[in-house]
């Protein structure tokens, strides 16, 4: 049985106001440390990894290396928990998409299964990346916990995976910066435990 910790990287620009981030290589922002360190705190003393795998991202690599220094195991990363490709929408506000191209974006907000970004990738692409990159962990690490550092995006495609829901039901669930949800994988199925789990951050919520 592999137990996955997935979490979401730490706060970084261009989520307030939000942006298309996808696959620009972002820096954490201080409150993006914070919330890292405070997650590397929480894993360490709940949860006894034997490896952290990350998005090849910035932010996620930041968040992911703290966690792997405070549970003294190694950090790898792995291209297939890449963000989802916003190709010509990536680095534009959603506030500008939604002006310039008002129903292309009403499309990615209520049937993002049918959408393709210009130049970038489609949902299904991003969950069958994101599937190989759960086999590869399952079949290394059969008897182990495991921590997954990815995007919001991605995060929502192994979710959906472990829930067997469809991608049409991308909107249902939410990702915060730090968020942990966490699943089993066994010869008998998946068994999702927590989804979004954000206590150990609450307090940096609450300052803003």
Not at 2 to 21: A, K, Q, S
Not at 72 to 84: R, S
Not at 151 to 171: C, F, I, K, T
Request: aromatic share 6%.
């Amino acid at each position: 049985m592999t137990r996955i910790v997935l979490v979401r990287h730490g706060h970084v620009p261009g989520i307030d106001p939000e942006r298309f981030r996808g696959q620009l290589n972002l820096e954490l922002t201080e409150r993006g440390l914070r919330e890292a360190q405070l997650t590397a705190t929480r894993i360490a003393q709940h949860w006894q990894p034997a490896i952290v795998y990350t998005s090849p991202r910035q932010r996620c690599v930041a968040t992911g290396r703290l966690i792997a220094q405070e549970c003294a195991v190694p950090c790898l990363a792995l291209d297939d928990l890449n963000d989802l490709d916003y190709g010509a929408w990536q680095g534009k506000t959603h506030e500008e998409m939604r002006q310039t191209y008002p129903a292309d974006y009403r499309r990615w907000r209520t049937l993002p299964h049918l959408v393709r970004f210009p130049g970038g990738d489609s949902l299904q692409q991003l969950s069958a990346r994101v599937a190989d990159a759960l086999r590869l962990i399952v079949e290394t690490h059969p008897d182990s916990s495991v921590v997954v550092v990815a995007h919001d995006s991605s995060n929502r495609a192994l979710l959906l995976q472990a829930l067997g829901l469809p991608l049409s039901a991308y909107w249902r669930i939410t990702q915060d910066p730090c968020g942990i949800s966490e699943f089993l994988v066994h010869e008998d199925g998946i068994v999702v435990l927590r989804v979004n789990d954000t206590a150990h951050v609450e307090s940096i919520v609450m300052r803003g």
